[in-house]
Each structure stands twice: as C-alpha cells, then as structure tokens.
C-alpha cells in the first residue's frame, strides 16, 4: 500500500465472505497487517545470503569463470562457489552448484548450513567421491526427518593437466559445449540428492581432456523450468542455443546472456523457482 506521505507499506491482506446460518451472504471482512518489519528482516537476510555468493571468479590461468544466481523471493535455496585459494588443495579449483528443495526461509538457512559443510570439508585432500559422501553425511545429520533434501553438482577442475572429475548427486546434469565440433554432451553421473541417506555412496566421473575453447555450464532446473505469460518453459533447447550462440564470448559475457534472454522470455513475469548458473571456459 501507499500512506499519505508516500511511503511504501508491505501489507498481508486476508478476507473472507461472511455469511449467515443459511448461507447468505451479508457482507465480506478483511484483516490487513503491516509486514514493514518482516520485509526488513527478509531484505536483511537476503543481504546476509548474497554475501555469500562470491562476488568475483578467482582469477587461474587457463581459466575463465563466471557465475550468478537471482532468487525468485528475497533470499533463495540456490547456491554455488568457487573454492581456490590457499585454504584449499593447491592448484584444484573446486566448483559447487546446489539447489535446496522449497523456497524461501527455511531453503535459505540450509543453504547456508550446506555451504559451510561443502567449504568445511572441501579442504581436505579427498576426490570427489569422498568430500560428497561427507557432505551428505553432515546434512543428513542437520536434515534429519524434514523432509529437505539438496541437490549438487560438485566438480575438480585440474588446470595445467586440463582434465575434471566430478560427482553429480541428484542434480541436472552439466552441460560440456565443444564449439569445433558444435557438440553438446551430458556430463552425468549416479547419486542420490543430499541429506536423504546419510550412508549413501557417490559415483566419481573423470574427463581426461579438456581441449582449449571447451565450454562448461553448471545451471539449476530455474533456468529451463522459467515459464513465460502463457505458461511456456524456456527450454533446454533454448538454453542450449544461447550457449552456442555466446560461444565465442567471455563467461561472464555468456551469463549474462542467459539471464537477458530469460528476462525477455518471461516480460515480467517472476521467477517460479531460484536460477542459478555457473559457466567455465577452457582458454
């Protein structure tokens, strides 16, 4: 609502019709709260949670990063970094992309408790495999009967021996782009989502190859699960197109890209679902 002195009011309306023991209808009543306070604690939060998200891509040679995620309310369930540095093992950059089940609050307080879990245990000298198995074991812990579940997308890219590995527990697959031979391929993998079976075991994939101007995309189901007006997805195939068609571009030029088009796609309709998209160029 708008006050008189311009302001701007959150407000939560609830009406209901009011009948009478024979179901007439004699009149409606509405109960309208000021949310003013709720809203700050929100944007607050919201503040918090994007302070967690990186604000720039490590800068490795043979590397080019880049990665965003908009929330569909004021804080989200998504989730990715970039682990590199001095904490962790030297040379390795790990990348994470999560996604938590529902929206909002609740999502947002797993995310935060699944990031420190993956920094936490990303510093240690394991593969894939085993840093994932401990993540899931500490969130099926804090998860225990909710009902909550993540899903992740987890990866080791070796870049003076231009290969990967990765682990994919539940989570779409990536998506590797070779731009000489206009290819897409399904980077895939076995594994339960997190927080489901704390013994559950994670399958580890390899690509022993990374040729230079290869292109990875680590994305949530957000970004082709967007639905325009009328009800329509964005698409894998239209995600896939952008990809080819920004090939040649920066990865923070290629993200961008993405997220414009699913502005255009939707006019203005809201996100139904957190989106989330890191990509990876092989220089």
């Known amino acids: 609502l708008i006050a008189k002195d311009g302001r701007r009011v959150p407000v939560l309306i609830h009406g209901n019709t009011l009948r009478d023991d024979d179901g007439e209808k004699i009149g409606n009543a509405a109960f309208v709260v000021d949310l003013t306070d709720q809203k700050k604690a929100l944007e607050l939060a919201g503040k918090v949670q994007r302070s967690l998200i990186p604000a720039r891509p490590p800068s490795i040679p043979g590397l080019d990063l880049a990665g965003r995620t908009d929330s569909c309310q004021e804080v989200g369930g998504d989730y990715f970094d970039f682990l590199y540095g001095s904490d962790f093992p030297a040379g390795i950059l790990r990348v994470a992309v999560g996604d938590i089940s529902g929206h909002g609050v609740d999502a947002a307080l797993l995310m935060t408790t699944a990031r420190a879990f993956t920094r936490t245990r990303a510093v240690q000298p394991e593969g894939p495999s085993t840093v994932v198995a401990n993540i899931n074991r500490d969130l099926a812990l804090d998860m225990g009967d909710s009902g909550s579940f993540m899903t992740l997308f987890y990866m080791e890219i070796d870049p003076a021996r231009r290969m990967a ?19 897409f391929e399904e980077l895939s993998g076995a594994g339960l989502p997190l927080g489901v079976d704390r013994d559950a075991g994670f399958v580890e994939q390899a690509l022993p190859a990374l040729h230079p101007g290869t292109l990875l995309a680590l994305g949530t189901d957000g970004i082709w699960e967007a639905r325009n007006p009328e009800g329509q997805f964005f698409g894998k195939e239209r995600f896939r197109d952008i990809l080819r068609r920004e090939a040649q571009r920066s990865a923070q030029e290629m993200v961008a890209a993405v997220f414009d088009e699913l502005d255009r796609f939707c006019r203005g309709m809201p996100y139904q679902d957190d989106v989330t998209l890191v990509v990876i160029k092989i220089k």
């Open 165 to 183: 590995r990765w682990v994919r527990a539940g989570h779409e697959p990536a998506l590797l782009y070779c731009p000489v031979r206009d290819q």
